[in-house]
């Protein structure tokens, strides 16, 4: 399993009516890319839905495991590595 978060991609879909914007992202349990209709048709109002998806993912609303890193201090890495 794959435990890093993917990030929020923006794509622009074009229609005769106009432009309108679709979050692109992967959840770390699926391989297929997940498209959410935001329908801004302002770039600026979509990059902030982007930025909060991206947010809302890293802070685990959506109960997608994230990996942890370990701290480790200097004198174990002394100790395993020399």
Known sequence: ????INRVGLVRRKRKSGNYYVLR?????????????????????????????????????FNIPSQNAEVISLQRLIDEYY
């Open 1 to 4: 399993m794959n435990n890093r």
């Open 25 to 61: 992202y992967r959840s770390s349990n699926n391989e297929n890319y997940t498209y959410e209709n935001i329908g801004y048709t302002s770039k600026y109002q979509a990059e902030l839905a982007q930025a909060q998806k991206q947010s809302d993912l890293i802070n685990g609303k």
